[in-house]
């Protein structure tokens, strides 16, 4: 659980999905629903503008019978966006996720986006630890591994 951001962004990879702040609502729904995401980054230029969620979508747009063909997306965005170091560790992630009831954060450095953490990511990461954690003992009851 001390495993660092760093560690998990380095098997995912980086790739990061983002929207210019000139794109509608819809356009970026369509960018989410191509890539089959959650989630996009709100860019402006380099900059981190904001985070716009599925959630958003539920609550921000349908909710308020908004046209996502006019809608800007920066009108309802998360604009704030709460970030993680690449030195955060998955529990940290965990205790985060749990207590701001979010499911995505960027992972930046310098000021920059270097990737992006879900609680889909943090979760797999723990599964695979458990699993190999628990083979390990397996073969060290079993005999398999010297003490």
């Not at 979508?57 to 800007?72: C, M």
């Not at 943090?122 to 005999?143: C, D, F, K």
């Amino acid at each position: 659980m001390n495993t660092s951001i760093a560690t998990l962004l380095e098997h995912k990879g980086g790739a990061v999905k983002t929207v210019p702040v000139s794109f509608s609502v819809s356009e970026a729904v369509k960018e989410m629903n191509r890539h089959k995401i959650g989630c996009v980054l709100v860019m402006d230029g380099e900059r981190l503008a904001g985070i716009f969620t599925e959630r958003d979508v539920l609550t921000r747009v349908v909710a308020a019978e908004l046209d996502p063909k006019t809608t800007p997306v920066t009108r309802v965005m998360t604009g704030n966006v709460l970030t993680a170091s690449p030195d955060a560790t998955v529990q940290q992630m965990m205790d985060i996720f749990a207590e701001k009831r979010c499911r995505h954060m960027p992972v930046t450095k310098d000021g920059r986006v270097i990737g992006m953490i879900s609680i889909g990511d943090v979760s797999r990461w723990v599964s695979i630890e458990n699993r190999a954690e628990a083979e390990s003992l397996r073969q060290y009851i079993s005999g398999g591994l010297s003490g």
